[in-house]
T-cell receptor, first 115, second 113 residues
Framework: AQSVTQLDSHVSVSEGTPVLLRCNYSSSYSPSLFWYVQHPNKGLQLLLK??????LVKGINGFEAEFKKSETSFHLTKPSAHMSDAAEYFCVVSDLRDSSYKLIFGSGTRLLVRP | ETGVTQSPTHLIKTRGQQVTLRCSSQ?????VSWYQQALGQGPQFIFQ???????GRGNFPPRFSGLQFPNYSSELNVNALELDDSALYLC????????????FGSGTRLTVV
């Protein structure tokens, strides 16, 4: 079975400092991995996705993530946090062998950005 | 191009009642998936509909059921509501066979009292 573990339930950073949100995955097959963001009272927005191409994936709003098979990790980073980045972030895995391509979400990391 | 629209946005029901949630898929999308997001947790897959039939189901009891219509819109029905059904219900549309292209709606917040 596939799963993802988000290692921090809350992360607090100052505006302008780097962001690191950690995610480990478990998969018996080559996974497809994603990061989604959820702002209050809004739907989920895709930040970036890994699908076995380049291991360093660039997404929207300056975010990027690196797939490390040896560490089974897919951490999300951003060089400089902005106040608008405050939101809930979800690491997600999908099994492309399953015809539904269902998404399996982690429990989420709430990012707080201090002025 | 319109996105995914869900209705209603908020709903309060009494334990034991039945509820129907609705979702209009994004233009060009033919598949709809439903997710349940309990407070403080990540969304969990309920089921998916393609060609008006269920195409995959998560670990939810049969009292959770759905429909997909010829225009690709969908309904989620929950019978015999329980307090633990209180959650944000998210709908996501996609194109079958095209991986990784989900568009999510803003969700319906269901409160069971």
């Amino acid at each position: 079975a596939q799963s993802v573990t988000q290692l921090d339930s809350h992360v607090s950073v100052s505006e302008g400092t780097p962001v690191l949100l950690r995610c480990n995955y478990s998969s018996s097959y080559s996974p497809s991995l994603f990061w989604y963001v959820q702002h209050p009272n809004k739907g989920l927005q895709l930040l970036l996705k890994y699908t076995s191409a380049a291991t360093l994936v660039k997404g929207i709003n300056g975010f990027e993530a690196e797939f490390k098979k040896s560490e089974t990790s897919f951490h999300l980073t951003k060089p400089s946090a902005h106040m608008s980045d405050a939101a809930e972030y979800f690491c997600v895995v999908s099994d492309l062998r399953d015809s539904s391509y269902k998404l399996i979400f982690g429990s989420g990391t709430r990012l707080l950005v201090r002025p | 191009e319109t996105g995914v629209t869900q209705s209603p946005t908020h709903l309060i029901k009494t334990r034991g009642q039945q509820v129907t949630l609705r979702c209009s898929s994004q233009s060009g999308h033919n598949t709809v998936s439903w997710y349940q997001q309990a407070l403080g947790q990540g969304p969990q897959f309920i089921f998916q509909y393609y060609r008006e039939e269920e195409n995959g189901r998560g670990n939810f009891p049969p009292r959770f059921s759905g429909l997909q219509f010829p225009n690709y819109s969908s309904e989620l029905n929950v019978n015999a509501l329980e307090l633990d059904d209180s959650a944000l219900y998210l709908c996501a549309s996609s194109v079958q066979g095209v991986a990784l292209g989900y568009t999510f709606g803003s969700g319906t917040r269901l409160t069971v009292v």
